[in-house]
């Protein structure tokens, strides 16, 4: 495809409402129609390039050219109805600021910082089970377990007492939802900041030994002089709502497993394959709605013979890239097996999320929890019934009826 062709289609791309894992029909059909092409979502202005394939992702996302600070005060096309970043958010920096950013926090983050919290969060799990089950069936395995598990674990991680989980929760969803509106979303942001800026300013100066969690981390960093009290509450911010995510991607998860009966055989019969099969899940479950956040081209570059212009917006799907038959051999279907698996669910580059061990170990004790404490594990609906989030820009169903 030359580069007049492609400048000529402008795809539009609905914010559709998909059910179950079910892969965007325009996505798949974007993939088909070559490795770069250009989008319209339903929100924003103007179009956007879209790029797909493994290689050219991780090339855009982690070249300079391409650019996140400059996506501020543009009106990109996007699919949240609502766009309110913040000045100096993480998510919207460039290095060498992102960087700076991001190291006040890494020790939380690390494999040591994770294992730190490991055994609470298994005492925590099995205690919401305990409760699941005397309840008896049936149980709505979202609410009982796939919520209140991850919330936790990230309050615990960020240093959040917990009394406030639940109003983190509230936060969050309304922050993330664009049924609300505008007003509604940027309340509960501005909320949530005012609430991360008691916090780590009650931790700013304290020495490192006084705590290893996240808002002790950025009191001193703050008290250093490493980052500012608005970078730090920003940055709080979005870790707390990435740590919900979780729910999300665990719901995907769980709803696929009970439709699949032949994979949770696979998984009790080879409990040590399980870790190694999340990540195959994770490359393989579609996590969110379209595309995340873009970036704006800062001089003219070439991608795969198409040339983009400074200025132009561009989004990279990882969706599309966990996907790309160059990469993953038989790439829709799911391979407990397949080694190596590079796959992007996490993201790439600077802005790889941080908390992919702590996903990775919550989905870890999530899985081994309900495939080994519940064995007769069951749907107590169709599938086609379990009722998935309308209007969300990260996929997962809103309850997951269930009986044993």
Known sequence: MTEETIAQAVRQWPALDLQGTEFDPVLRELMAEGPVTRIQLPNGEGWAWLVTRMDDTRMVVSDPRFSREAVMDRPVTRLAPHFIPERGAVGFLDPPDHTRLRRSVAAAFTMRGVERVRENSRLLLDGLVDEMLAEGPPADLTAAVLTPFPIAVICELMGVPAADRHVMHTWTQLILSSSHGREVSEKAKAEMGAYFADLIGLREG???????????????????????????????????????????????????????????AHLRAEPLIRPRAIDELLRWIPHRNAVGLSRIVTEDVEVRGVRMRAGDAVYVSYLAANRDP??????????????????????????????????????????DAVLDRLPGLRLAVPADQVPFRKGALIRGPESLPVTW
Do not use: Y
């Open 326 to 367: 160059a990469v993953f051999p038989d790439p829709d279907t799911i391979d407990f097996s397949r080694s190596p698996n590079p796959h992007v669910a996490f993201g790439f580059g600077p802005h790889f999320c941080p908390g992919n061990m702590l996903a990775r170990l919550e989905e870890e004790l999530l899985l």
């Open 206 to 264: 304290a020495s490192g030994e006084s705590g290893e969690d996240v808002a002790s981390l950025l009191g001193a960093a703050v008290g250093s002089g490493e980052v500012t009290l608005d970078e730090a509450v920003g940055l709080a911010v979005l870790l707390q709502i990435g740590g919900e995510a979780v729910t999300n991607n665990s719901g995907q998860l769980f709803h696929l497993l009970l439709t699949r009966p032949d994979l949770v």
